[in-house]
């Protein structure tokens, strides 16, 4: 059999109005015959009649070589394809097709385990086989081995994955496993929706198998299945609220932390939501200070010879210095009334920063 008399497969196939995985066209001489029961696509067929022409040309310089996988040129779809043939023979015996169709038929099969796999996990639950076959469609797949670095801390996320097999470890600036997460947990989507860098290094476990989706393909689905959203948006205010939490008890268990790391509003807020009692000391650039809290209000403040609400106004202003909490509190302060609301102070303290930071173009036009 020479080259036209030779055979072409769908090898992936997303968004093409005609053709599937695993479809065959045929060259016969001069004639192409696509699969059975299809038309014949005219972008299709002249990226094959290209393919042939420049083999023949290089068969005559003793050149000639196939790929093993092209892209069609065509329309709004994408299409891969290749020979049937090996990088090491020029044409496929008949029980080496049988096993390209073995292969196939394996990777059909695989797909559907997938939908299967995917339709187990909460996020995806909600969808359908003919959904979540769409969802499969945009996935890839990668194994790591075991202690592979899958994120690093400050780089730009550019996926989301999802773990099918194994776990991975969320790990704190000195390498140590803070967080655990196993199969059918998320990660990556922080960064992706925030656009801000990766806020943690992500490290393979064990031996781990990852469904990646990237993130303009996440976008599109989530704008496909309005149940995504919602669900995606659970999942984020739940890992938000964790994240919190677990911040909320180091600084409560007496660690030191630095103003670069977290700025006073967000850090106050986080002791107020929770109901904190403790005391705040602070080293900041005009001196100590310190904040006393009781059931998450603000009892007490001192700083730059100001106290109370100038003090604690003063020490949202900082964006250097650093704070240690400590959970007690003493007799004076147990029964010490609040120096005002929370939010309130909280407000009126953003709104002093706005308007010192403001330019006097701002202030000119405000008055």
Known sequence: MDLLETHFQILETRGCPLYQVEEVFSVSGLSLMPPKGKPTCI??????????????????????????????????????????EDNNSKYLTPQMRMLAAAEKKEQALESGSLVDMLGTFSFFSALDSDHLKEIVDHIKQETVPANRIILHKGRPGKALYIIMAGSVHVLDDEGSPLVTLQRGEI???????????????????????????????????????????????????????????????????????????????????????????????LRLPLGPGFITF???????AEYAGKKDQEAFWAILKETTGSFKFTSCLSLEDMGAEPIGNFMGLLMEGIRLIDEENASPEELAEDD
């Open 187 to 281: 990660f990556g989507e922080m960064s992706l929706i925030s656009g801000k860098p990766v806020s943690a290094t992500i490290r393979a476990a064990e031996p781990s198998r990852l469904l990646i989706l990237s993130g303009k393909d996440l976008s599109n689905i989530l704008v496909k299945f309005p149940y995504l959203q919602m669900a995606f948006t659970r999942m984020l205010v739940q890992r938000l609220s964790q994240a919190n939490a677990a911040r909320t008890e180091e600084y409560a268990a007496g660690v030191a932390g630095q103003f670069d790391e977290v700025n006073p509003t967000e850090l106050f807020q986080m002791f107020n939501e929770n109901r904190k009692t403790g005391v705040f000391e």
């Open 43 to 84: 972008f299709l067929a002249k990226g094959l009649a290209d393919i042939l022409i420049e083999y023949l040309g290089s068969k005559q310089k003793g050149t000639a070589a196939l790929k093993s996988e092209y892209n069609c040129p065509g329309c709004t779809g994408i299409i891969k394809y290749g020979p049937f």
């Open 294 to 300: 009781s059931e998450g209000a603000i009892v007490r």
